[in-house]
C-alpha cells in the first residue's frame, strides 16, 4: 500500500496562511485523485480539497476562494495552500489517495493538526 507522509500543519492566526504538503513513498500511478480530508471531533472525514491526475480541482464550499490544491505527478505530491484561515478550519487533516472522485480513497496519511484559534 502507498504510504502518504503529511507536513506543514500547524498553528496560525485568523486571516493567516498555512500550507500542507503530502508525498507518497512511491509512484501514484493508477490513482487518479490525490488531495485533502479533514475530520473534527464527532464528525466523519470531509473532502476539503482534491485534484486529478489530469489537473482538475474539487473544493468544499466553505474553503472555495481562499485554499488552493496543486499536485506533481512525476514528484507524487499534493499541495495546499490555505489562505484566509479561519476558526472553523481548525482540524485535523488527511492526504487521501483514491482510484477516482467516485470511490473512497484507498490510502490515507497519519493526519497533522491545523489550528487556527478564534
Known amino acids: 500500500q502507498v504510504q502518504l507522509l503529511e507536513s506543514g500543519g500547524g498553528l496560525a492566526q485568523p486571516g493567516g496562511s498555512l500550507t500542507l504538503s503530502c508525498a507518497a513513498s512511491?509512484?501514484?500511478?493508477?490513482?487518479?485523485?490525490m488531495g485533502w480530508y479533514r475530520q473534527g471531533p464527532g464528525i466523519e472525514r470531509e473532502l476539503v480539497a482534491a485534484?486529478?491526475?489530469?489537473?482538475?480541482?474539487k473544493y468544499a464550499d466553505s474553503v472555495k476562494g481562499r485554499f488552493i490544491v496543486t499536485g506533481d505527478n512525476f514528484k507524487n505530491t499534493v499541495t495546499l495552500r490555505m489562505n484566509s484561515l479561519k476558526p472553523e478550519d481548525t482540524d485535523i487533516y488527511y492526504c487521501?489517495?483514491?482510484?477516482?472522485?467516485?470511490?473512497?480513497?484507498?490510502?490515507w496519511g497519519q493526519g497533522t493538526q491545523v489550528t487556527v484559534p478564534s
Open positions: 485534484i486529478s491526475s489530469g489537473g482538475k480541482p
Open positions: 487521501a489517495l483514491a482510484t477516482s472522485w467516485d470511490t473512497p480513497p484507498e490510502s
Open positions: 512511491e509512484s501514484v500511478y493508477g490513482f487518479n485523485v
